[in-house]
């Protein structure tokens, strides 16, 4: 069995749509899909109801919250509008969205085949405002959309039965690191322990990220039966722990791929062209950025050199393990990355070495000197740093007219 995120990656489950299309049929069976959207901040309401009037009049659409204020405005949206497809369902201020999607709104779901969830957001500090307005725009803009959006995404459902859920893609920001493959943020554990509770046959790994990050998403009823159809009470949810990364609802977050898995389904993205294009553009722009500022420390530019990385340090320490003196040979910025990881490893090199033009006395306190003053002995044991292929293979040749050949390559 293989890890739902490898699965996405290689079935290409990524489906990129219009924001907005004209509609090839007037409206959908009854019973056929349904939205549910949670919505607790009552200050941003009016947000999310430009959202709410692009959904198809011949979709159900259920708006669960725990607060009068809220339930107040959204009935006078409803008279306003008079749209006759929207309903209310109120539930007691404990486990928040999760509750609203599994307990306040579980009861209705097995009525359709094809349910959406989406909830508000709210920035928690200042400085995370722009981030969390473009979190909003992926989830609610993502899967709801604008004229015709829906129609397009159950088109994706239909035309491919082995998709059980599709998600929002990763949040993007200045602040969030989600999108970089941190998104398990301590509560790997928890999701375990809940796919073993609900006996689920999945492959959970935690160096892979999950798919589902929030509790945002569209899904077919069949591929998440199992987790509707677990008693879940109030009482499972305490929302003193929310500040704790193991808690329940955070477990519930990233579980959907894996419940789908267990049901024999496959779990995708799907966003609109117009955020396609500023993810793109924001992840073009971040990324430069992150490793030009990183190079110093990081030396490594590449995918297929990050891919190498992991083996390269294994062998490395290894040849190091095996002698009792060590001395890198490349004092450039490979040659400093080197150091700190045998630092780190309780390996302290004894000097650099450089071919010519020595012109510092050490490095973090580590004497550099010129290969001409090296001392070959059968305790001393040299790793090459360098991993440009031309310099290398010029320190090679050195080594080897010296007829030295206790020398590990870092870099191959």
């Known amino acids: 069995m293989k890890n739902v995120y490898d699965i996405k990656q290689e079935k290409g489950l990524c489906f990129i749509l219009a924001n907005e299309m004209k509609p090839v049929r007037e409206s959908y069976s009854k019973r056929k899909a349904a939205i549910i959207l949670y919505l607790y901040y009552f200050d941003t309401l009016e947000n999310y109801f430009k959202y709410i009037s692009c959904i198809d009049t011949g979709i159900d659409v259920y708006i669960v919250t725990p607060l009068d204020s809220v339930r107040d405005k959204v009935k006078d949206y409803i008279k306003n509008t008079q749209r006759t497809n929207i309903n209310i369902i109120m539930k007691p201020n404990t486990g928040r969205d999760i509750s609203g999607l599994l307990i ?9 085949e094809y349910v959406c969830f989406v909830h508000d957001k709210k920035e928690h500090s200042a400085e995370t405002k722009d981030d969390t307005t473009l979190w909003v725009e992926n989830i609610w803009g993502n899967l709801i959309g604008g004229t015709g959006y829906i129609q397009q995404i159950i088109e994706l459902f239909e035309q491919n039965k082995e998709l059980g859920v599709l998600a929002p893609p ?5 602040h969030f690191c989600t999108w970089y493959g941190y998104g398990w943020h301590g509560s790997f554990r928890t999701t375990k322990n809940l796919a073993d509770r609900l006996g689920l046959k999945c492959d959970l790994q935690e160096t892979k990220p999950p798919i589902t990050i929030g509790t945002a998403l569209w899904f077919r009823t069949a591929a998440l039966e199992k987790l509707f159809r677990y008693a879940w009470t109030y009482e499972d949810f305490d929302d003193v722990q929310l500040a704790h990364s193991d808690y329940l609802s955070y477990g519930v977050e990233r579980i959907f791929a894996y419940v789908a898995q267990d049901a024999g389904y496959d779990t995708g993205e799907v966003m609109s062209s117009e955020y396609a294009r500023k993810q793109n553009l924001f992840l073009q722009s971040s990324l430069t950025e992150i490793f030009h500022s990183l190079h110093a420390f990081f030396p490594f530019p590449t995918l297929a050199e990050v891919r190498k990385l992991p083996a390269n340090l294994q062998g490395m320490l290894e040849a190091a393990s095996a002698k009792k003196n060590i001395y890198l040979y490349g004092a450039g910025d490979a040659g400093r990355f080197c150091l700190s990881w045998l630092r780190k490893n309780g390996i302290e090199p004894k000097a650099f070495i450089v071919s010519s033009g020595k012109n510092i006395s050490d490095i973090d ?20 740093t360098v991993v440009k292929e031309t310099p290398r293979v010029q320190i090679e040749n050195i080594l080897k007219e010296r007829k030295i050949d206790n020398y590990f390559i870092f870099w191959k």
């Not at 550099?368 to 790793?383: A, K, L, Q």
Request: avoid cysteine; charged fraction near 20%.
């Open 365 to 384: 306190k580590i004497p550099v000197i010129n290969i001409s003053d090296y001392t070959d002995d059968e305790n001393n044991g040299i790793i090459v």
């Open 104 to 112: 306040a709104a579980g009861q209705v779901v097995p009525d359709y």
């Open 170 to 174: 990763a949040p993007i920001g200045v």
